[in-house]
């Protein structure tokens, strides 16, 4: 085994402290996603470190994080359980398989999310990403419909602008046109809901909008149109945020689970973001009070720290898998890396942290704060709506004339540049998801930032 000096240990981390904390010295190599590289890479927004709410940047400056990393780091930033628990993890046990082979982590995590989990969906299977869990689900719905003996139903149904991580089972029933558009027919027999954004009837509403009730029935629709015989799953997100923040009508998800109830068709919801505390109680499933067959999940558990992702199952579905011999392998799927120790050992102690620090109720603790300030907003310059829930908001510019998405990448550059505030951008939708750690000063200082930004960038 190796054997480092303390000298050659203090030289090694001074070394790789220096690389992750200074400019590269080319960018060439490195082909961002999501994003415009030219654009990028002629003006760097780069952080080194982060701790709490705040990162700091490469030049020293300390950028109060309004969006918890990318929807991720729920706990906030360089949290000592998780730390010390992933210190303690690699030096023990760096991997190990699960297929046929295991490891203690993986059940120990997996009971603490059945706990979590809402009604009986008590059974986890591992991915690596939200995109990852979206796909597992999709197959394991499409497999428990043969394993009941209903084979043909293999269609699909998403809803647009849903965002369902970019495999091709998540882009397929994802409803975001440029995640689609540029990688041909993608999967077949696949339809989509209509969404719910209604800037015309619910423009500056408080929580959840009140119109649109009746597009649920859109699932009833599709249902006549294909037979709920050929249909095997719905997948929507309680709160669709890549699409910016398009929140579900009063009763939405109620309407939609009784369809999918009475037609025998699996439904899933896509909490990679809604999970771990971001609207209140550890999944929206548990605010909004739906029970769906399958739950995504990702970002928040981990905190952002290790790539990780899970799909929550219910019994019944889990059980369909278990008719077989005993020998049988129960689904002919997974990954190298489903549970990861290092990734169990982080999302433990994310967990520890949340329940700790009783995290998952600060979104419903200062969710009308946040409101009263996001709102604050209203009547600002080219501001068309502010939409709210928990911890989560959107504000939505008007397009510049000719130059969609334009006026609120401004707003996201002028935040970072001149008011040490890191932002999302979607379009011409500003997204914003505060670590729950926040406090009543993070919120005013998030705004009243916001404010003057709209105000220089108008």
């Not at 002629?42 to 709410?53: N, T, V």
Request: net charge negative.
């Amino acid at each position: 085994m190796d054997s480092i000096s303390s000298q050659d240990r203090q030289a090694l981390a001074d070394h790789y402290r220096a690389q992750g904390t200074a400019m590269p010295q080319s960018m060439d190599a490195f082909w961002m996603p999501f994003t415009a590289n030219r654009q990028f890479k002629a003006a760097p927004r780069m952080l080194a470190s982060a701790s709490g709410m705040y990162y700091r940047s490469v030049d020293g400056r300390e950028i109060l994080d309004a969006t918890a990393g990318l929807w991720c780091c729920n706990a906030g930033h360089g949290r000592p359980r998780i730390v010390e628990a992933m210190k303690k993890q690699i030096e023990t046990l760096d991997f190990a398989p699960n297929f046929s082979m295991s490891s203690p982590l993986p059940f120990v995590l997996a009971e603490r999310l059945a706990e979590l989990a809402p009604g009986n969906l008590k059974h986890v299977f591992y991915a690596n990403s939200g995109s990852e869990a979206v796909d597992s689900a999709l197959k394991i719905a499409l497999a428990y419909q043969r394993a009941r003996g209903e084979g043909q139903r293999t269609r699909l149904i998403g809803r647009e602008k849903g965002y369902h991580g970019v495999g091709f089972g998540g882009i397929s029933v994802g409803g975001m046109p440029n995640n689609r558009k540029w990688f041909g027919p993608l999967l077949p027999g696949v339809d989509h809901l209509r969404h719910t954004l209604d800037i015309g009837r619910n423009a500056f509403s408080k929580g959840l909008p009140t119109h649109g009730l009746e597009l649920a029935e859109d699932l009833e629709r599709l249902v006549a149109l294909h037979d709920a015989s050929t249909i095997a799953a719905v997948i929507i997100e309680p709160i669709s945020g890549s699409a910016g923040v398009v929140l579900p009508p009063e009763g939405y998800l109620k309407r939609i689970r009784e369809i999918c109830t009475k037609h025998g068709i699996v439904l899933i919801f896509d909490e990679v973001i809604t999970g771990f505390g971001r609207v209140g109680k550890a999944f929206g499933a548990q605010r909004f009070g739906v029970v769906p067959d399958m739950i995504t999940a990702a970002k928040g558990l981990t905190n952002g720290c290790v790539p990780m992702g899970a799909v929550l199952v219910s019994d019944d579905i889990h059980e369909a898998f278990e008719q077989g011999p005993a020998g049988a392998i129960d689904l002919f799927h997974g990954y190298t890396y489903s549970g990861h120790p290092l990734a169990c050992a982080a999302a433990i102690a994310t967990l520890d942290t949340y329940a700790e620090e009783n995290l998952f109720e600060r979104a419903i603790q200062l969710g009308d704060y946040w409101e009263q300030g996001i709102h604050s907003l209203a009547g600002l310059p080219n501001v068309i709506d502010v939409r709210n829930y928990g911890l989560i908001g959107a504000i939505e510019f008007a397009p510049r004339p000719g130059a969609p998405g334009a006026r609120a990448f401004d707003a996201f550059s002028h935040a970072f540049n001149h008011g040490n505030l890191l932002t999302r951008v979607t379009g011409d939708v500003m997204a914003l998801s505060p670590p729950l750690i926040l406090e009543k000063a993070h919120i005013d200082t998030i705004f009243q930032t916001l404010a003057d930004t709209l105000r220089a960038t108008a």
